[in-house]
């Protein structure tokens, strides 16, 4: 089972030292595309005292308070390699994550000037930019540097059996609470819906929060809901609407919209959430007013910070309870978001000097496991040494390894429009503007015309 090799492999990798796993085997996810390839053929470098400066620009989204760690730790990468590089000086450009994702990246790509480094979204946005022929190759890169067989998937950044981009790191997604209200009122981790709405409404009668939810950026929305519609109409369910195969409106699909209107509607979710930017989620579960928040794997730093965090000592994180679907047990993960790199470069020997002594300093076993160690970020590569591992670290991957599978998000597989159109359809459930039969009903004409034009 596809999903099923991706948890099992991630979690066995990072736990092969024996905290909790032994004797796990899996291999790299291969993938399969237009595009130029890069030459790696070695080339004669200028000498430190004749090099002529240049400068490339590396695009990277490390820009929040609650990820400086992440930026030092890019910032040593920059230096090693220009020290490496003769002349070379990288200029870091930080813009917000989805900035760059839906808006300034895709107008660079659409003018043909990226950066000749920058975030990269798998799935989608690669292939659209393969077919455009924006993203460098990287596969011979990779041969030379020895790192082909290192990654435990580059499936979401594979056209056509040539790779294009690399994941910066694994990522699952779940539901994370607080063990400590959770215990001082009664409640154990439920494992059904009506678990769930039981609990819920235990902790709204306690005046908690039932689930913390920050709603301005509605793609924070779509965790959960992606999750939700993935269990009632299963893990394929996304890739067969596309295909046509599927509708969104069809009852399968409508049953997890409806109870999400339910928690909408009981007043589960975060007072005033359409106003608030992301990191008001993490805030209010991280000052202990909330018992839930569904939420990615990334989010493990901020939530049990010490210095930040009133809850560190008391988070849990468990698979979103099952809805009595075909796809109950499954989570979403993969490796989606990392580094591309400007198809420019194979013509400029030195910019491409630069771009592979990128890689070479950045996916390594030094810098993987600092990132797994100091922020809790799930391993592109495979490591041979994970000692030291955070216990929610721990906690996430024995919940992951325990799911049925994987599922990639929605927004790897579905069109610009599908998503726009779905994100602004959950902000008006959320605010009582809609219903889930005509939020459905207007997204399947979106991807009716959406799949017209692709």
């Known amino acids: ?55 490339i620009t590396l695009r990277h989204t490390q820009i929040k308070d609650t990820q400086k760690k992440r930026l030092a730790m890019l910032q040593d990468v920059v230096k090693a390699t220009e020290n490496e590089v003769p002349g070379l000086k990288i200029e870091l450009d930080g813009v917000e994550d989805k900035v760059n994702r839906f808006e300034k990246l895709r107008a660079e790509m659409a003018a043909g000037n990226p950066p000749q480094i920058f975030d990269l979204f798998g799935g989608t946005d690669t292939r659209d930019y393969v077919k455009a022929g924006r993203l460098l190759d990287v596969t011979p890169i990779l041969e030379e540097l020895g790192l082909k ?65 920050a709603s301005k950026d509605a793609w924070v929305i ?12 299963g893990p394929t369910s996304v890739e067969d609407i596309v295909a046509g195969k599927k509708k969104w409106n069809d009852p399968d699909m409508l049953d997890a919209f409806k109870k999400y ?5 009981k007043g589960y979710f975060q007072e005033g959430n359409l106003a608030l930017a992301y990191a008001e989620q993490q805030n209010k579960f991280a000052a202990g007013e909330a018992a839930m928040v569904f939420d990615g794997s990334w989010a493990n730093t901020p939530l049990t910070d010490p210095e930040k965090s009133k809850v560190a000592n008391d988070v849990g994180f468990m698979l979103f309870p099952a809805l009595g679907g075909p796809g109950d047990g499954y989570i979403n993960g993969g490796w989606s978001n990392g580094y591309g790199f400007s198809v420019k470069v194979k013509d400029n020997p030195r910019e491409l000097a630069a771009v592979k002594a990128f890689i070479k300093n950045m996916y ?44 990639p998000a929605f927004d790897s597989i579905v069109q610009p429009k599908v998503r726009e159109a779905l994100e602004r359809g959950m902000q008006e459930l959320l605010g ?16 009716e015309e959406a799949n017209r034009g692709s």
């Open 1 to 55: 089972m596809r999903g099923k090799r991706l948890v099992w492999t991630l979690a066995c990798g990072v736990l092969a030292s024996g905290m909790l796993l032994a004797g796990c085997g899996g291999k790299s996810s291969g993938g399969e595309s237009g595009g130029a390839q890069a030459s790696v053929q070695p080339s004669a470098q200028p000498s430190a005292e004749k090099a002529e400066p240049f400068t």
């Open 149 to 213: 067989d290192k990654f435990y998937s580059l499936a979401e950044f594979t056209v056509d059996g040539k790779v294009y981009g690399l994941p910066m790191a694994g990522y699952v997604e779940g539901l994370y609470y607080n063990k400590k209200i959770f215990a001082d009122n009664g409640v154990q981790p439920p494992k059904t819906w009506d678990e769930l709405l039981k609990a819920a409404e235990t902790f709204k009668s306690k005046g908690i929060t039932p689930f913390a939810l």
């Open 222 to 233: 779509n965790m959960m809901m992606n999750t939700m519609w993935v269990y009632t109409a």
């Open 261 to 265: 209107e339910t928690l909408v509607k």
């Open 364 to 407: 390594n076993e030094q810098m993987q496991k600092r990132q797994l160690l100091e922020e809790g970020m799930l391993p592109a590569l495979k490591l041979s040494d994970t000692s030291g591992v955070k216990p929610i670290i721990a906690e996430i991957l024995s919940v992951s390894s325990a799911a049925k599978g994987t599922f």
């Open 432 to 447: 009582g503007r809609t219903t889930p039969e005509k939020l459905l009903e207007n997204l399947q004409k979106v991807q």
